[in-house]
């Protein structure tokens, strides 16, 4: 699950999205709810062709490839402990519609692999970022609409916020979610730290051990956390279970909140992007935001990050018991938000 927006992390727990008004921020559209049941909430799964393999910059990406080649181009970003079938029942909406579908597979998921022994097993804020970068560009792509959750709702908030000239428009799942290792440091409130509990296990050797020991019992826990009513069966969460089978899944996820809590260091290379984005930058490019009305993982609430998209901005709730995995649970919601964020 990925880290809400830091530098106001204080403010989370006093804010509600139901107490506060959206109506009288800048650039703000009303916000909109829709329910889940109406948006194809549990619709039935659908299944991705062969996936394709590239070589992008350090990795050899994994990627399924659905729609017309010469579309216009959506890369949907999952977030962890998920994977691409997040958007099994997303990806061919968009195609039908017309749009070319690339749905990576992060660094450290399902066959994803880095491409020299040497490369540290990063999971850093901007290296996602740069990955999806070095793929757009194998695949000469030079502009996409972006939409993601999690971690995939990070890599694409800094992707707009560092290259936004690659980036028509954006669907970030629980806003903006760009932080930095020196907010981190602040202590949140217990109630607040107690949500966080994986971050800190991880700190651990033991929580190292217990994740490579327990990795898909671990990542069921958090599923049933972090959507406590979405009832999916067994066979869905083992077909993206075998993602976690990823030789380097452990060390990139262990690495990711070690760095956030400034236990890990990034690579040199990435220390001017983390500097920026650690400014807090807006993000100007045409936007939606959406929240799952029973998302159990850490998140903010929407007015905390409003003033962080300067550009065409909507934000819609989406009701009926849809949690963190809004792609899976909500499809028809979140390709509906695709369609319409094109067209602010």
Request: aromatic share 10%; proline share 6%.
């Amino acid at each position: 699950m990925d880290n809400p927006v830091n530098h106001r992390r204080r403010r989370i727990l006093a804010t509600t999205a139901a107490g506060v008004s959206l109506l009288s921020l800048a650039n703000l559209a009303h916000a909109q709810t829709l329910n889940a049941a109406s948006a194809g909430k549990d619709a039935g799964s659908a299944a991705f062709g062969p996936i394709q393999q590239i070589d992008a910059g350090v990795l050899n990406v994994g990627y399924a490839d659905v729609g017309p080649k010469n579309g216009p181009v959506v890369i949907l970003l999952h977030g962890w402990p998920y994977d691409i079938y997040s958007y099994v029942d997303v990806a061919p909406r968009l195609a039908s519609a017309g749009y070319r579908v690339i749905v990576p597979y992060l660094r450290g998921f399902g066959p994803t692999r880095f491409l020299s022994a040497e490369t540290p097993r990063n999971g850093q804020q901007v290296v996602t970022a740069v990955d999806i970068l070095a793929l757009m560009d194998a695949l000469k792509i030079e502009q996409a609409t972006l939409g993601g959750f999690d971690w995939g709702a990070r890599t694409a908030d800094t992707i707009a916020v560092l290259w936004p000239e690659r980036v028509k428009a954006l669907v970030s799942v629980s806003g903006y979610l760009i932080g930095s290792q020196a907010a981190n440091t602040k202590p949140l409130p217990p109630q607040a730290e107690l949500a966080w509990w994986y971050q800190y296990y991880f700190a651990t050797a033991r929580g190292e051990l217990g994740y490579t020991e327990n990795c898909d019992a671990f990542n069921k826990l958090i599923w049933h956390l972090a959507s406590p009513k979405w009832k999916f069966d067994d066979a869905t969460f083992e077909r993206t279970a075998a993602s976690f089978r990823n030789p380097d899944h452990v060390a990139v996820v262990i690495h990711n909140y070690r760095w956030r809590l400034g236990l890990a260091q990034g690579e040199a290379k990435y220390d001017d992007f983390e500097k920026r984005l650690a400014t807090g930058p807006t993000i100007a490019v045409p936007t939606i935001t959406l929240e799952g009305d029973a998302n159990g993982a850490p998140h903010p609430a929407p007015a905390v990050y409003a003033d962080k998209f300067t550009g065409k901005y909507l934000h819609k709730t989406i009701a009926g018991g849809v949690g963190h995995n809004l792609p899976q649970e909500a499809p028809k919601a979140f390709t509906e938000a695709m369609l319409q964020v094109m067209h602010l």
